[in-house]
């Protein structure tokens, strides 16, 4: 029941961050990766159980790229979906991957320099030439059942990250979308994540949110994780708190703030005070939204990291080792 639980709300987390991509505040939270597994991965899942297979065309040296890896994943599926959905027989979808260099003087829309190239092509049935010019305009569909929301999310999502999306069709012979995303020259090797029990320590944090039931439950998390934690309602109570227990000797080693609180002091105000009373303080960002330039340019403002909810156990754990580990050098 837990899992179905959790199962619902992630979906939950998956539906709003969409919504917010696409009324443009959805702003990529990016971190350096290889596209190759998300591409095969996300592609596997979203032609499971159907009748139609992938064939893949994924170049071994491939640029990595920096990405929110939940918006690009988002750009997969759709574009995956629309080419399953474009063979009700079934079929193959050639999914392909590889580097390109473009100058100032090529006709895409692009500045120039290195690109990963992403395509998915399908042997559909094809647009119509006159649909074309729309085909990412907002709530425009060509099918019976649909909102007309996913490629105009592509569209926006792509954009976010400096890219370019591009489409070709004709009919009776299919529908070939390609993606460029800004690249750098290292390559990245695809390896699988190791799954590995999050592990904390012995050091204090502080955890500022409004919210009662987060307090309560991440703080059973970090404590079982070995952190001793201390909870603050808002910004203003928690820069109370942190110099209270700096001048006992006690400090924190690091603070998690919610970056809205309703009717008080959130993050952006918070890590103001704090850094006025420490400079050194290492404070992480959190929010359920990612509409807030904080979560895409941490750094920026002062921020150590970030963290989105609903939290991840895994994720949570990781960050604070991170930032811990970087107070610890």
């Known amino acids: 029941m837990l899992a179905d639980a959790e199962i619902a709300t992630v979906r939950a987390k998956g539906l709003t961050e969409r919504l917010l991509t696409f009324s443009r505040g959805g702003m990529p939270v990016k971190k350096t990766t290889s596209i190759a597994k998300l591409l095969r991965d996300t592609t596997e899942f979203s032609l499971s159980g159907s009748n139609v297979r992938p064939e893949y065309a994924i170049a071994q ?19 995956v979906i629309n080419a399953k959905q474009a063979m009700p027989e079934g079929g193959v979808i050639q999914v392909s991957a590889q580097n390109v260099v473009f100058g100032e003087e090529d006709p895409l829309p692009l500045k120039g320099g290195k ?20 085909i990412f305009n907002p709530f425009f569909t060509t099918k019976h059942e649909g909102s007309g929301l996913g490629l105009a999310i592509c569209f926006s999502v792509v954009k976010n990250h400096g890219g370019h999306i591009d489409l070709v069709s004709s009919i009776g ?23 590995k029990k999050p592990s904390g320590g012995e050091e204090r944090i502080l955890l500022i949110d409004d919210e009662e039931l987060v307090r309560r439950s ?32 006690r400090p924190f080693d690091v603070v998690i703030v919610d970056l809205t609180i309703p009717g008080g002091t959130g993050g952006k105000g918070a890590i103001q005070g704090l850094l006025k009373i420490d400079p050194q303080a290492k404070v992480i960002a959190s929010s359920g939204y990612s509409n807030d330039p904080v979560m895409s340019e941490f750094r920026k403002y002062g921020f150590a990291g970030v963290l989105g909810k609903p939290y991840n156990i895994e994720e949570l754990g990781r960050i604070l080792h991170e930032v811990i580990s970087e107070v610890a050098r």
């Open 173 to 195: 012979v299919g529908t070939t979308v390609d993606v460029y995303l800004p690249a750098f020259e290292e390559t990245i090797k695809p390896l699988e994540k190791e799954k």
């Open 218 to 249: 991440a703080g059973n998390v970090l404590t079982r994780l070995g952190y001793d934690v201390a909870f603050a309602k808002d910004g203003g109570e928690g820069i109370r708190l942190y110099k209270k227990e700096m001048d006992a000797g």
């Open 61 to 79: 040296d491939l640029w990595s790229v920096e990405i929110d890896e939940g918006q690009i994943g988002q750009v997969i599926q759709n574009l």
């Open 115 to 134: 690109y990963v190239k992403i395509s998915v092509k399908d042997e559909g049935m094809g647009i119509p030439e006159k649909h074309l010019p729309k």
